[in-house]
Nanobody, 123 residues
Framework: QVQLVESGGGLVQAGGSLRLSCVAS????????MAWFRQAPGKEREFVAH???????RYSDSVKGRFTISRDNAKNTLYLQMNSLKPEDTAVYYC?????????????????WGQGTQVTVSS
């Protein structure tokens, strides 16, 4: 079993930056694909970015060029660096892990989820 805990959310002005962290416990996640999703009020959860076991990354079109996903396997931690934030980035951000080395952008492909961290971007 894997437990995921996100941190780093908060309130920031448009154009600002935040770095989210997701610490995994219970099992090493170095061999797992991991991802960030987000859910805005009244909307479905959507894919933000994922990173495979060997470092391949993918991003949604809405964040490409502004967000960077990375991982530190020694610390069992996943990161999301968010730059040039926009009000439409406001959402609860979730960390997820798949029990496989590769995965995709669909939430059903992920087996473990954190509780989420709120990101609010003011205009």
């Amino acid at each position: 079993q894997v437990q995921l805990v996100e941190s780093g959310g908060g309130l920031v002005q448009a154009g600002g930056s935040l770095r989210l962290s997701c610490v995994a416990s219970g099992r090493t996640t170095s061999s797992y694909a991991m991802a960030w999703f987000r859910q805005a009020p009244g909307k479905e959860r959507e894919f933000v970015a994922h990173i495979w076991r060997f470092g391949l990354t993918r991003y949604s079109d809405s964040v490409k060029g502004r967000f960077t996903i990375s991982r530190d396997n020694a610390k069992n931690t996943l990161y999301l660096q968010m730059n040039s934030l926009k009000p439409e980035d406001t959402a609860v951000y979730y960390c997820a892990a798949a029990s496989s080395a590769v995965s995709d952008r669909y939430s059903r492909s992920y087996d473990y989820w954190g509780q989420g961290t709120q990101v609010t971007v003011s205009s």
